[in-house]
């Protein structure tokens, strides 16, 4: 027995909201069932798009949309299990990101301690490199004070001796006028 959709079809197609409602079609929910009634008539030749193209235009673009949401949806099945990996894969990767800018940042912080650090040891080499000069400095000093006072020494001998015979005549002094 065959159906006449003819009537019923042709009411639908004159609706003024009809390719509106082609256009906003919900693609991404079809029930399996009526993808499997659909696949039933894809291969029959009186669905084929220039066969229905003869018989009416009007006729041919919905049977254009008939067969591409039925390739939609085969392509939904393929695709949508790796659109849920690849959202799986970005929240990992978002994840992972997140943790090496973190370690970036600790990163940088050590650098940045580094960086003092070597400053400060710079510092306090310049420091010491002067310390250590003016060590070197004062002995260089020390010595020759040393041997100023060792070379002295015969002098301090005389003096000694020319104090005592001054301290006689500035006491005989007196005594001389």
């Given at each position: 027995?065959?159906?006449d959709w003819w009537g019923p079809s042709k009411?639908?197609?004159s609706d003024k909201d009809f390719l509106k409602?082609?256009?906003?079609?919900?693609?991404?929910?079809?029930p399996p069932a009526t993808i499997k009634k659909i696949q039933t008539f894809l291969p029959l030749d009186?669905?084929?798009?220039?066969?229905?193209?003869?018989?009416?235009?009007?006729?041919?673009?919905?049977?254009?949309?008939?067969?591409?949401m039925e390739t939609y949806d085969r392509v939904a099945k393929v695709v949508g299990p790796k659109k849920a990996s690849l959202a799986i894969a970005?929240?990992?990767?978002?994840?992972?990101m997140e943790q090496l800018n973190k370690k970036r940042a600790e990163l940088q912080e050590v650098i940045d301690a580094l960086a003092a650090l070597e400053a400060q040891?710079?510092?306090?080499?310049?420091?010491?490199?002067?310390?250590?000069?003016?060590?070197?400095l004062c002995e260089k000093k020390i010595n020759r004070a040393e041997a100023l006072i060792e070379s002295l020494g015969g002098e301090k001998d005389?003096?000694?001796?020319?104090?005592?015979?001054?301290?006689?005549?500035?006491?005989n002094l007196t005594g001389d006028v």
């Open positions: 027995m065959v159906e009411t639908m197609v409602s082609l256009q906003t079609f919900d693609k991404d929910s079809i009186d669905f084929q798009p220039e066969r229905v193209k003869t018989v009416s235009k009007a006729c041919f673009g919905i049977c254009m949309w008939v067969r591409a970005e929240a990992e990767y978002n994840e992972v040891l710079n510092g306090l080499k310049a420091e010491k490199d002067d310390l250590a000069y003016q060590v070197d005389r003096w000694t001796e020319n104090a005592k015979v001054l301290a006689v005549d500035y006491v």
